[in-house]
T-cell receptor, first 115, second 111 residues
Framework: EAGVAQSPRYKIIEKRQSVAFWCNPISGHATLYWYQQILGQGPKLLIQFQNNGVVDDSQLPKDRFSAERLKGVDSTLKIQPAKLEDSAVYLC?????????????FGPGTRLTVT | QKEVEQDPGPLSVPEGAIVSLNCTYS??????FMWYRQYSRKGPELLMYTYSSGNKEDGRFTAQVDKSSKYISLFIRDSQPSDSATYLCATMDTGRRALTFGSGTRLQVQP
């Protein structure tokens, strides 16, 4: 079974620029999550999708972050404009159904550096 | 106060030692308790989960939850160099169904 795919793996941008990350979850997984992991901290949930609908985006900084999941499969997370404090690893995860969402499968992450 | 507190370590032990990793949490609504392992430059992977209080054993790993004291533990017996990683405790309430992670404890097992 293929795992969660993410791209790019690394990205360096200057502050005020925009950036986009892509995620392809495990086939058949209905629930998709985006997390932000700052160095030395645990992952923090940004947004949760159930199929192509948003279930929880309470911790997403909506003035600069946006995410979409078209057709209930792939997802993109965008930051515009980026700030220095956005430097982090952005992890995508998926789970089969929301009722067993403690079992999440994570991708390798995209390491973002904002200079 | 963070919802889930975890000692960041690092924790360094010799091969074969018993390792104890711990977390505390503050939200009584949490019902699921997980341990994820994260190798360097990789995403976290689920190691064990427990529903409510009690113990759960899986090979060399034992997870314990004490809801009365809001305390979560992971024990690793006969630790191996391949166990060297960051261990993240996580909790989830049945309503929101979102994971809340601790900051992670970095473990180094010396051969």
């Amino acid at each position: 079974e293929a795992g969660v795919a993410q791209s790019p793996r690394y990205k360096i941008i200057e502050k005020r620029q925009s950036v986009a990350f892509w995620c392809n979850p495990i086939s058949g997984h209905a629930t998709l999550y985006w997390y932000q992991q700052i160095l030395g901290q645990g992952p923090k949930l940004l947004i949760q999708f159930q199929n192509n609908g948003v279930v929880d985006d309470s911790q997403l900084p909506k003035d600069r972050f946006s995410a979409e999941r078209l057709k209930g499969v792939d997802s993109t997370l965008k930051i515009q404009p980026a700030k220095l404090e956005d430097s982090a690893v952005y992890l995508c995860a998926s789970s089969l159904v929301r009722t067993v969402s403690y079992e999440q499968y994570f991708g390798p992450g995209t390491r973002l550096t904002v200079t | 106060q963070k919802e889930v507190e975890q000692d960041p370590g690092p924790l360094s032990v010799p091969e074969g030692a018993i390792v104890s990793l711990n977390c505390t949490y503050s939200n009584s609504a949490f019902q699921y308790f997980m341990w994820y392992r994260q190798y360097s430059r990789k995403g976290p992977e689920l190691l064990m989960y427990t529903y409510s209080s009690g113990n759960k054993e899986d090979g060399r790993f034992t997870a314990q939850v004490d809801k009365s004291s809001k305390y979560i533990s992971l024990f690793i017996r006969d630790s191996q160099p391949s166990d060297s990683a960051t261990y993240l405790c996580a909790t989830m309430d049945t309503g929101r169904r979102a994971l809340t992670f601790g900051s992670g404890t970095r473990l180094q097992v010396q051969p």
